[in-house]
């Protein structure tokens, strides 16, 4: 992870928040969280912070959604064809 980056960081009352590392330690990050409360930091282990879009305004379809109900039975079936 580089400094400045948008990250998703764990967090206890909202699961995971949207903020950019300002701060990088020995044991984890801090990140400045981009939601609300906008400007608060927070203190996050590495294994606690993953990597967001960086392009807020992207208008292109996510084609990897529809992987997410893949399951084992279509790739089977999909192989006997």
């Given at each position: 992870?580089?400094?400045?980056?948008?990250?998703?960081?764990?967090?206890?009352?909202?699961?995971?928040?949207?903020?950019?590392i300002i701060d990088i330690g020995a044991?984890?990050?801090?990140?400045?969280?981009?939601?609300?409360?906008?400007?608060?930091?927070?203190?996050?282990?590495?294994?606690?912070?993953?990597?967001?879009?960086?392009?807020?305004?992207?208008?292109?379809?996510?084609?990897?959604?529809?992987?997410?109900?893949?399951?084992?039975?279509?790739l089977i079936w999909s192989k006997t064809?």
């Amino acid at each position: 992870m580089d400094d400045g980056k948008k990250v998703w960081v764990t967090h206890a009352l909202d699961g995971y928040k949207l903020g950019r590392i300002i701060d990088i330690g020995a044991d984890g990050v801090t990140v400045e969280l981009l939601e609300r409360p906008a400007g608060q930091k927070l203190s996050a282990p590495f294994d606690s912070t993953f990597p967001a879009d960086e392009y807020d305004d992207k208008d292109v379809d996510d084609n990897c959604k529809h992987l997410m109900h893949l399951t084992i039975q279509p790739l089977i079936w999909s192989k006997t064809m």
